[in-house]
């Protein structure tokens, strides 16, 4: 039973920073390409970064130079530093692996 589980997110003042976790398991973590999407309220779900198995990575134009992703294949685990964060980064945020989705952990930047 393939699992994704997000942790790491809350409340953080504008500028602050935040570190999610997604927690992969059921596959082989390592033989995947893993994205982050984010879902603010009363919008569609966006993409926002990938990374692929070799550690590649690339993101959406409006988090490029304030997130980052990473991966630890020794802990199945894949990251997403936050940094320099807006109000507008408020979301529910989701780890992603074709097909299968996290429930989300709620980031929220506010003062």
């Known amino acids: 039973q393939v699992q994704l589980v997000e942790s790491g997110g809350g409340l953080v003042q504008p500028g602050g920073s935040l570190r999610l976790s997604c927690e992969f398991s059921?596959?082989?973590?390592?033989?995947?390409?893993m994205n982050w999407y984010r879902q603010a309220p009363g919008k569609v779900r966006e993409w926002i970064a990938i990374?692929?198995?070799?550690?590649?990575?690339n993101y959406a134009d409006s988090v490029k130079g304030r997130f980052t992703v990473s991966r630890d294949n020794d802990k199945n685990t894949m990251y997403l530093q936050m940094n320099s964060l807006k109000s507008e980064d408020t979301a529910v945020y989701y780890c992603?692996?074709?097909?299968?989705w996290g429930q989300g952990t709620q980031v929220t930047v506010s003062s």
């Open positions: 990374i692929t198995t070799t550690g590649i990575t």
């Open positions: 992603y692996r074709n097909p299968f």
């Open positions: 059921g596959l082989t973590f390592s033989m995947y390409a």
